[in-house]
């Protein structure tokens, strides 16, 4: 078990790891031509905190140490990057994912993190267009999930492959 102190250090670095990946993925423009579709990196910073020390050894950092770190990288990623409109959707999209990761950290092992990286993408898209839904007051935004669903598959397996790999070199070290 970590000490209280290195703990914070921890979560304050992994905090500001997620925020600058965030900050400089806002800046590079998607090759893919659909509103919406972003790769998600900073979602690696969260499935790592999430999963370090999962299963053969006492966790490094507790559920709502991640959570929290998700939580301040939303709120200032808004701030910072004067998208503070957004907010509201990474914030539902951000919670309907995690809730769906920390579900699937029961039911994976530490090869299979790339799992919840795809399940969690999916559910912070139904997260995002239900609060579009409620935002706009337009249902006919649900139409777009399906090409949502698809994208964040994909790039979750990504990033959760990204975070595993990760994982996998870091264990020992922290």
Not at 51 to 56: A, E, I, S, T
Not at 64 to 90: K, P
Not at 92 to 100: E, P, S
Request: aromatic share 10%; glycine share 10%; charged share 10%.
């Amino acid at each position: 078990m970590l000490k209280k102190t290195n703990k914070i250090v921890i979560i304050a670095i992994l905090t500001a790891f997620a925020l600058i990946i965030f900050i400089v993925e806002a800046q590079i423009p998607m090759p893919i031509p659909i509103p919406g579709v972003k790769l998600g990196l900073a979602n690696i910073i969260t499935l790592f905190a999430l999963f370090l020390g999962q299963k053969n050894r006492p966790p490094v950092l507790k559920t709502l140490d991640a959570f929290a770190i998700l939580l301040c990288r939303i709120l200032l990623g808004a701030v910072f990057t004067g998208r503070v409109v957004a907010f509201a959707y990474s914030l539902t999209g951000g919670l309907f994912g995690f809730v769906a990761q920390v579900i699937m950290k029961r039911f994976v092992s530490d090869k299979q993190i790339w799992v919840c990286g795809a399940v969690g993408a999916v559910f912070h898209n139904i997260g995002q267009i239900l609060a579009a839904v409620v935002i706009t007051g337009t249902p006919a935004i649900i139409s777009y999930l399906p090409i949502l669903m698809i994208a964040g598959v994909l790039t979750g397996v990504m990033t959760g492959f990204i975070a595993q790999f990760a994982i996998e070199r870091l264990r020992g070290y922290i």
